[in-house]
Structure formats: structure tokens, C-alpha cells
């Protein structure tokens, strides 16, 4: 094990450990890790020594903040087909999570938002503790949903998940535990001790229940009636119409979120919320795929990217400025199939993996 490496592998007991290990960046996800990745989990499906996958992150402050977005980009910028490399990579390790054979443990111990969100939301058990912060805040950047947000988000309580999708609201453990995004809670003290007898037992159903915590009523839960009665119109306009005659602090906060995202981050977000609830996992990586490949040629994601990451002036200039500019063609040619579709076949192998050197 190299102690250098962005990402760690080593086997532990019945488990086999993996560390994001970029801490200085939020453990952000780059291609190398998820290229060394997926194949490092094909090969301890097939191991007997192996009873389950755990995976952490390196640091005090963050699981994963997402993918790598400066370096996502300036590939981009370039035209360079590693950006489009990236994501169908990025979107396979996604799938292959989801149908890992053995138990896959995410322990959550910090920011999880984006790309982080697409390691963790698909395994079978998905441990958060108090220091969690789970966001999919990509309508800021002028990007979408993504990692399997078009599946899981609209499979949340009522609305909930558009709403996290347009306003990129943050769930802290109590409110992911409620929402379907954390499947246990466990104080961030344990965590040590949860890993050393996850390692030991080998039987994550026997050994997390003992570690879990109590937790508070979900805030968002007290919510729900209002999200659901103004996330279920069905345009953008219509849902900020009603947080407009909704009234009051919270209802103004969100509608005032939302108007600062990009005009066709929303839309799309909203489209992949109404089309996702609909097809199943592997259409919506499908989906989440056709659209990427359109984002990459607009000019929203570079905008965003630039205003929140690069130059921090937070005032984005987007393309167009307006929901109404949006039309309704537009948005449905991100979601045409492609010619190059996703290949979700195989997933036990990656040899078409154009990173995997």
C-alpha cells in the first residue's frame, strides 16, 4: 500500500479497504481512482478472503467532495475526449457498485456531495455520521444531477429529491437517514472501532447495528407537506409560482436559491426528476450519459466552473439568462439518444476503458 497514492486498496481482515487519499482536496474524485478502482472491486468479488467492501475517506473533513471539476474543465475547455472518458468511466463504476455481489459499506464521515454521492448512494449499507454533508449541487455549476441522481433522487419521500435537485440544498444525518440516502447512523467517534470490527466480523447486517446512534426528528420531514405541494408543479416557472404565493422565510429562501442556478441546469434537473421516476437504474445512467454529452459542448458548465471555482466571484453569466429562453426543444435534446451510447454490459470487466492504463 502506497501511502503516496490517491487512492488506497489493501485487505483488512474479511475486508477490503478502500481510502479516497486526496485530503488537502476533499478526497475530489479524479480519473486515475476511478480507473484504478473498478477493477480493484472486479477482482475482490471473485476473492474468497473477501466477505465485503468498506470505503473511506483520508482526513477529518471529507468522504468526497465530488469529482474534480477544475481538472473536468480544463479537459473540456480543450476538447479533449478525457472529459467524456471520465464520465462514461465515472458512470460504469457507478453501476457496478450497485450491482456489487457482496455487502459495499460506505462510511460517511464528512462532505459527500457529488461524485462522492455516486460511491456511496449505490452500495448496500451507507453509514452516516454527524459530520455528514450530503449535496448534489451541480445546477450551481451549471451541470446536472448526475452519479445516478436521475434514479435515486426521485425515489426519496414525495419531492424531496426535486427539491434537492434544483435548490442543491444540503442533508445533514438525521434529515439523509429520513430521505433514504443514509442507511444507518453512527456517531463519528465509532467510526475507528466500526471499521476495526467491520474488518474482523466480516458481516456488516450483524456488526453496524450495535454502533448506531439515536438521532433527532428529521427537519426535513417537517417540511415534506410544503416541498411536496410546491415541487409537484411541473415547469420550473410553475414550482417558483407557488414557493412565490407559498410566502414566508423558507419558501423565499429556496425561490431565491433557485434564480441564482443556470436556466438550463434547472430544466434539465426537473426533466431527468419527471423521466427518472419512470425507467429504471440503467436507463437513467443512460440518460445522465446523453446529457453529458451535450453539457460538455455548451457554455454553462465552464461558467459556472469559472465564477464558483476558478475566479470566486459567484456571479455567473448564464447562457441564457432566463427560464423563459429555455425552450422545451432545447432541453429534450440533451436526453435524445446517442450514437455511442452507454455501455452498461460487462461491467465485470473494463477493458473498454480508455483510463484503465
Avoid at 61 to 66: E, L, S, V, W, Y
Avoid at 104 to 133: F, P
Avoid at 171 to 187: I, K, N, R, S, Y
Avoid at 253 to 275: F, G
Wanted: proline share 5%; charged share 25%; hydrophobic share 40%.
Amino acid at each position: 500500500m502506497n501511502d503516496e497514492a490517491e487512492i488506497l486498496f489493501g485487505k483488512r481482515g474479511r475486508a477490503g479497504l478502500i481510502t479516497l487519499n486526496r485530503p488537502k482536496a476533499l478526497n475530489a474524485l479524479n480519473a486515475k481512482m476511478v480507473a484504478l478502482m473498478h477493477p480493484q472491486l472486479i477482482e475482490w468479488a471473485s476473492d474468497p478472503d473477501v466477505d465485503l467492501v468498506v470505503i473511506r475517506g483520508e482526513g477529518e473533513k471529507a468522504f468526497c467532495a465530488g469529482g474534480d471539476i477544475r481538472q473536468l474543465h480544463d479537459w473540456g475547455r480543450a476538447g479533449d475526449p478525457a472529459m467524456r472518458a471520465f464520465y462514461r468511466d465515472e458512470y460504469r463504476l457507478n453501476a457496478y457498485i450497485k450491482s456489487y455481489p457482496k455487502p459495499y459499506v460506505a462510511l460517511l464521515d464528512g462532505i459527500c456531495m457529488g461524485g462522492g454521492v455516486g460511491l456511496s448512494v449505490h452500495g448496500s449499507h451507507r453509514v452516516a455520521t454527524e459530520k455528514l454533508m450530503f449535496a448534489m449541487p451541480e445546477t450551481g455549476i451549471g451541470f446536472f444531477p448526475d452519479v445516478g441522481g436521475t434514479y435515486f433522487l426521485p425515489r426519496m419521500p414525495g419531492k424531496v429529491g426535486t427539491w434537492l435537485a434544483l435548490t442543491a440544498s444540503r442533508l445533514g444525518q438525521t434529515d439523509a437517514l429520513w430521505a433514504g440516502f443514509a442507511t444507518h447512523a453512527v456517531a463519528s467517534a465509532d467510526i475507528p472501532a466500526l471499521t476495526d470490527a467491520l474488518c474482523e466480523e466480516g458481516n456488516p447486517d450483524e456488526t453496524i447495528p450495535a454502533f448506531v446512534m439515536a438521532t433527532s426528528e428529521s427537519s426535513v420531514a417537517q417540511m415534506r407537506e410544503v416541498i411536496d405541494r410546491c415541487f409537484s408543479a411541473d415547469t420550473v416557472e410553475a414550482i417558483l409560482e407557488r414557493l412565490d404565493d407559498e410566502g414566508g422565510e423558507w419558501a423565499e429562501k429556496q425561490a431565491a436559491t433557485i434564480r441564482s442556478k443556470s436556466p438550463n441546469s434547472l430544466k434539465i434537473a426537473l426533466r431527468q426528476m419527471q423521466e427518472g421516476a419512470k425507467v429504471d437504474f440503467e436507463e437513467c445512467m443512460r440518460i445522465e450519459y446523453r446529457i453529458v454529452s451535450r453539457v460538455e459542448k455548451g457554455a454553462d458548465f465552464y461558467e459556472g466552473v469559472r465564477a464558483v471555482i476558478i475566479d470566486k466571484d459567484h456571479s455567473p453569466k448564464w447562457q441564457p439568462a432566463e427560464l423563459t429562453d429555455v425552450s422545451q426543444e432545447a432541453v429534450d435534446a440533451y436526453f435524445a439518444p446517442l450514437p455511442d451510447e452507454l455501455d452498461l454490459g460487462a461491467l465485470d470487466r473494463t477493458e473498454n476503458s480508455a483510463l484503465a492504463d
